[in-house]
């Protein structure tokens, strides 16, 4: 399939908050509704086109429920046009709760590839300040892409391996992937595939020859990767959920400090920031069906 020509045209997506960081680690971390549309607002404001949303209730704990996504997909569509991407991912919640706020019909849903080990070790203290298998049979990610076709949500697919992009091919075989297809290169989850730019030119070889990707780089070595998919013609996925700091020591003072510095990273490459109707047009995603 070919694609809109916008090869000058790098795609920010940002993800606001996520399901683990807490306000003791980093104080801009949103929680709230009204929080969580500014920050999506102010990433929009810095060049974002996607802002990637983990529903939490106003104590910070994870929301599933989709009235909470409800409120959260009117709040930042009132104040900007950035593409809602809603996760889908969660360890120990059923299914049905799950695929709930894809009736909400967002722009795009994270749809996660494969199972794994998901965990957090400190070198320092020798010990895994988390430990969990994050399961997705491919009976929970065919149930979750049925949801997302039947209310017409495009498919972000989230590969924290190679593994996971091989995944899709089965897939798109059974007629429920269909392109084009917006692959997620996730590195530095420990479970999943080192945060080395090798991997990710490895990961990147492994793609659909039509597919758009993006990296996720998690924590100190996110820039590097950002910078590497820059060079490999991706797009690049920055956010208080995957990393704080805008350099050693200096954390961002909220989002929209990250996008910034994503937004002039591209710029240094000779690309400019996507707006959120060109990124529609280069993921081949139609009007905000809400």
């Given amino acids: 399939m070919s694609h809109p020509n916008h090869s000058n045209k790098v795609i920010i997506t940002c993800a606001v908050t996520g399901v683990a960081a807490l306000r003791g680690q980093c104080p801009a971390i949103p929680y709230?509704?009204?929080?969580?549309?500014?920050?999506?607002?102010?990433?929009?404001?810095?060049?974002?086109?996607?802002?990637?949303?983990?529903?939490?209730?106003?104590?910070?704990t994870p929301a599933f429920r989709a009235e909470r996504y409800r409120e959260i997909r009117d709040a930042v569509a009132s104040r900007c046009p950035i593409l809602i991407n809603f996760s889908t991912g969660a360890v120990g919640i059923p299914m049905e709760e799950r695929v709930a706020h894809m009736a909400l019909k967002p722009e795009i849903g994270a749809l996660n590839m494969g199972s794994m080990n998901y965990a957090k070790y400190s070198p320092k203290t020798k010990q895994f300040y988390f430990d969990m298998i994050f399961a997705n049979p491919f009976a929970d990610i065919a149930l979750l892409l049925e949801h997302m076709n039947t209310h017409g949500v495009h498919p972000e697919l989230e590969c924290?391996?190679?593994?996971?992009?091989?995944?899709?091919?089965?897939?798109?075989?059974?007629?429920?992937?269909?392109?084009?297809?917006?692959?997620?290169?996730?590195?530095?989850?420990?479970?999943?595939?080192?945060?080395?730019?090798?991997?990710?030119?490895?990961?990147?070889?492994?793609?659909?020859?039509?597919?758009?990707?993006?990296?996720?780089?998690?924590?100190?070595?996110?820039?590097?990767?950002?910078?590497?998919?820059?060079?490999?013609?991706?797009?690049?996925?920055?956010?208080?959920?995957?990393?704080?700091?805008?350099?050693d020591g200096v954390m961002a003072s909220g989002n929209g400090a990250l996008v910034d510095k994503a937004a002039r990273m591209a710029r240094d490459q000779g690309f400019e920031p996507a707006t959120p109707g060109e990124a529609r047009e280069i993921l081949g995603i139609g009007t905000r069906a809400f």
Avoid: K
């Avoid at 030119?201 to 924590?219: F, K, N, T, Y």
């Fill in 32 to 60: 709230t509704v009204e929080e969580t549309a500014q920050a999506c607002h102010d990433a929009f404001n810095a060049g974002a086109s996607i802002a990637h949303i983990h529903a939490r209730e106003d104590d910070g």
């Fill in 160 to 247: 924290f391996d190679v593994g996971h992009i091989h995944n899709a091919t089965p897939l798109i075989d059974m007629g429920l992937l269909r392109p084009p297809f917006h692959f997620s290169l996730i590195l530095g989850v420990l479970g999943g595939i080192p945060p080395t730019t090798q991997n990710l030119a490895h990961m990147a070889a492994q793609l659909p020859g039509d597919a758009r990707w993006e990296v996720i780089g998690i924590s100190h070595l996110q820039w590097r990767l950002v910078a590497a998919a820059l060079s490999l013609g991706g797009n690049v996925r920055v956010g208080l959920e995957d990393n704080f700091y805008l350099s």
